[in-house]
């Protein structure tokens, strides 16, 4: 790849995908994008591309873009600001020996684009580093798929390491914990809310390890045998962390939002369960999404502001997000302590 041996290392960022506006024809061509990924809608190609063409495309997209007109800044897209500002800064922090790309799974910066970037900086290896904490087929497995499948054109071929999961890295934990700190401090909140982004519960199966996994306290644990099993990984950030903030396991909820279709998705189901939390005497609650790295949609709109309403409707008192973990320094420190792992 390299036109001259300059011993640069490039790192490459990635993370989900946003439309390049909040206008109804830029969410369609994002979620079309998106939901075509035959990891991400894993059925039949016929089913798949009549469901995203012939259903959520034309319905699910306008009102999509009406969310996202909610979301949006003079910046932009949040998911593609903080990605920006996080490229930025972990370029300052890991200095010239290293070469910082960022690029979207779907719509733009493409991976694409990124890889030319570092080719471009003639890098002798990529390290490849999803922005997602948890593994999960339909992200970071479509984040290296897609990479192999750009890579696999080019003549010379590079060293790449690419980084599965680190669901249970402690720098990553601590640069949560420390956001949580604060919110702890500030008030006595009745219970706490760990909320990952859904998938559906068949999507796990397909990847448990000889029947390893069956959606049952296998996830209790995380062990060699469900490395990459999301729930697993979901429930051992959610452990660490709650560990990290001093939570006894009856102070906190792991539970799961965002699902699309009605086939069965990992439960409990974090709309359903906030529901029954005031009459337990979960009054006030604090609100943590682990599973994303950047304030996005899924955090801001849906658990910020739509999960706040419904828990007020249903009785409680207060609700409150933890913002992501963004452009923080910790984070930074964690993915810099990454890279040189690495
Ligand atoms: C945290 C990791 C994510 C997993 C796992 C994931 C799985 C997954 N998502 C959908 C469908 C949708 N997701 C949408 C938005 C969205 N999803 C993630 C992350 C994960 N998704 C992020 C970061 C975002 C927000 C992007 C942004 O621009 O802010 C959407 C679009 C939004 C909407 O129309 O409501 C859909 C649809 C599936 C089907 C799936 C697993 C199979
Ligand atoms: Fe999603
Ligand atoms: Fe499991």
Known sequence: MSKKKTGKIGVLLVNLGTPDTPSTPDVRKYLREFLLDKRVIDINPVGRYALVNGIIAPFRAPKSAKVYRELWTDRGSPLMYHGRDLQAKLQTALGDKYHVAFGMRYQNPSIKSALEELREQSVDRIIVVPLFPQYAAATTGSVHDKIMEIVKDWWIIPSINFISSYCDDPNFINAFAE?????????????????????????????????????????????????????????????????ALGLREDQYTVAFQSRLLSDPWLQPYTDEILKTMPAKGYKKVLAFSPAFVADCLETTIEVGDEFKEMFLHAGGEKWVLVESLNSSDPWVEALRQMVLEN
């Open 179 to 243: 956001l949580g700190k604060k919110y702890l401090a500030e008030d006595n909140y009745d219970h706490v809310v760990f909320s990952y982004h859904g998938v559906p519960e068949r999507q796990v199966l397909k990847g448990s390890d000889h029947g390893y996994c069956k959606l049952g306290t296998c996830c209790n644990s995380y062990n060699k045998r469900n490395k990459y099993c999301y729930r697993a990984s979901c429930f051992v950030t959610s452990r660490l962390l709650a560990e």
